[in-house]
C-alpha cells in the first residue's frame, strides 16, 4: 500500500537570523515535519545549529521536528535533542560503532529513532538493525550543504531500501534527502520514497506554500 506523502522542508536554507517567523512560514505552507539539520564540523565540514535553536523553534510549531544528526559521537546529543522537544531523531550509520544500541536508545527516550546512509554506504549496512529503526533516511547528495545536485545513482537505493523494508515488514519512513526538488522529486516518489526533504527547493522561493504543494502534488501522482 502506497503510504502517505510528507513534505519536510529543511530550515538549513532558512534565514536563520529570522527563524521562529521561517518556521511558521513553512507551517502555515502546509509541511508535514521541519527537518532540521545538525552539523558538528567534523562529521562534515560546516557546523549549524543545535539542541539550543531546537529548543527555540519548538514554541513556534507544533508539527514534527525532524532531527537528522550529521555529527560524529551522536550519542551524545541524543538526551539534549530529546529534551529539546525533537520528535525524531537519526543518526548516520557511518557515525555510529554500535548502531543498535545508539537506535535502541533514541526510542528508549520515546522518540522515533532514524538511520541515515551516506551515498557511498550500502544499503545492507542496516539490514540487522531494522527491528529498531522507525525511519530509513537516504542521502542523495553528499551531507553537508544545501542546494546540491540530486545523484541520480541513489535512485537504485531506494529501490532497494523499499524493497529490503516490504521484505522485513517494516512500517519504516524511507526518507531521501539533498537535491529533491520540482525536477526531481517525481523520480524519488517512483522509486518508493514517502518522506522528502527539501531545503533550497522551499526556502529558496518566493511562496513557500505553493513550493510545497507543488511538490506534494508531483509526489503523489508518481
Ligand atoms: C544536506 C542536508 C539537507 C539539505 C538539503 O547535508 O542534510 O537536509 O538541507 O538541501 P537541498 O534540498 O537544498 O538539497
Ligand atoms: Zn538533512
Known amino acids: 500500500m502506497k503510504k ?3 513534505i519536510a522542508p529543511s530550515i538549513l536554507s532558512a534565514d536563520f537570523a529570522d527563524l521562529g517567523n521561517e518556521v511558521r512560514a513553512i507551517d502555515e505552507g502546509g509541511c508535514d515535519w521541519v527537518h532540521f539539520d545538525v ?8 557546523i549549524t545549529i543545535g539542541d539550543n535553536v531546537c529548543k527555540a523553534i519548538r514554541r513556534h510549531t507544533e ?22 522537544g525533537a520528535d525524531i531523531i537519526t543518526v548516520h550509520q557511518e557515525a555510529c560503532v554500535h548502531l543498535e ?3 535502541q536508545f533514541i526510542r528508549s527516550l520515546g522518540k522515533k529513532a532514524g538511520v541515515s546512509l551516506n551515498p557511498a554506504t550500502p544499503v545492507s549496512t ?26 541520480h545513482a541513489v ?43 527539501a531545503g533550497s527547493a522551499v526556502y529558496g522561493k518566493p511562496d ?15
Open 4 to 6: 502517505q506523502v510528507i
Open 126 to 151: 542496516i539490514q540487522h538493525v531494522l527491528h529498531c529503526v522507525d525511519l530509513v533516511l537516504l542521502m542523495s547528495v553528499n551531507p553537508g550543504y544545501g542546494g546540491q545536485k540530486y545523484i
Open 63 to 84: 508539527k514534527p521536528i525532524d532531527v537528522h544528526l550529521m555529527v560524529n559521537h551522536p550519542e551524545t546529543q541524543i538526551e539534549a535533542f530529546a529534551k529539546a
Open 155 to 197: 535512485t537504485d537505493k531506494i529501490r532497494e531500501a523499499r524493497a529490503m523494508l516490504d521484505a522485513a515488514g517494516s512500517d519504516a519512513w524511507l526518507e531521501v534527502d539533498g537535491g529533491v526538488n520540482a525536477e526531481t522529486i517525481a523520480e524519488v516518489a517512483g522509486a518508493g520514497a514517502d518522506v522528502f526533504v
Open 101 to 103: 544500541r545508539t537506535l
Open 39 to 46: 552539523m558538528d564540523g567534523s562529521f562534515v565540514p560546516p
Open 208 to 222: 513557500y506554500a505553493a513550493a510545497i504543494a507543488e511538490l506534494r502534488a508531483i509526489a503523489e501522482r508518481a
